[in-house]
C-alpha cells in the first residue's frame, strides 16, 4: 500500500517562501516519477511540477517556473517543492502524487497514488 504523506503548509506572506515535503512509504520510487498539483478554491486541481525519481529531470508549468523548485532525497524517499517569491494567486491545497511509470506528465489521471493536500495561504 503506497501512501504518501504531505506537510509544510502554512500561512505566508507575499513574496516569502514555503518549503513543502511528501514523504512516501509502502514502494520504493526508483523507477517512478511523483508530482505536485494544487487546488486553488472554486477552481479544478492543476499541474504544479513534476520530477522523475532516478534522474532528477524536472517539469513545470509555467506560472511557477524560476520561483518554485521540485526535488527529491533518495535515502529519505521524499520529495520536495521549494516555493519562493509566493503570490497571493499561489494559495491553494497542494497534493503530492506519484504514477507507476516514470514519465513526466501533468494529467491527474496519470497519477494512481494522491497524498491528502496541506494548505498554502499567501496574504497580500
Known amino acids: 500500500q503506497v501512501q504518501l504523506v504531505e506537510s509544510g503548509g502554512g500561512l505566508v506572506q507575499v513574496g516569502g517562501s514555503l518549503r513543502l515535503s511528501c514523504a512516501a512509504s509502502g514502494r520504493t520510487f526508483s523507477s517512478y516519477a511523483m508530482g505536485w498539483f494544487r487546488q486553488a478554491p472554486g477552481k479544478e486541481r492543476e499541474f504544479v511540477a513534476a520530477i522523475r525519481w532516478s534522474s532528477g529531470s524536472t517539469y513545470y508549468t509555467d506560472s511557477v517556473k524560476g520561483r518554485f523548485t521540485i526535488s527529491r532525497d533518495n535515502a529519505k524517499n521524499t520529495m520536495y517543492l521549494q516555493m519562493n517569491s509566493l503570490k497571493p494567486e499561489d494559495t491553494a491545497v497542494y497534493y503530492c502524487?506519484?504514477?507507476?511509470?516514470?514519465?513526466?506528465?501533468?494529467?491527474?489521471?496519470?497519477?494512481?497514488?494522491w497524498g491528502q493536500g496541506t494548505q498554502v495561504t499567501v496574504s497580500s
Open positions: 502524487a506519484a504514477r507507476d511509470y516514470s514519465g513526466l506528465v501533468r494529467i491527474q489521471s496519470e497519477y494512481a497514488y
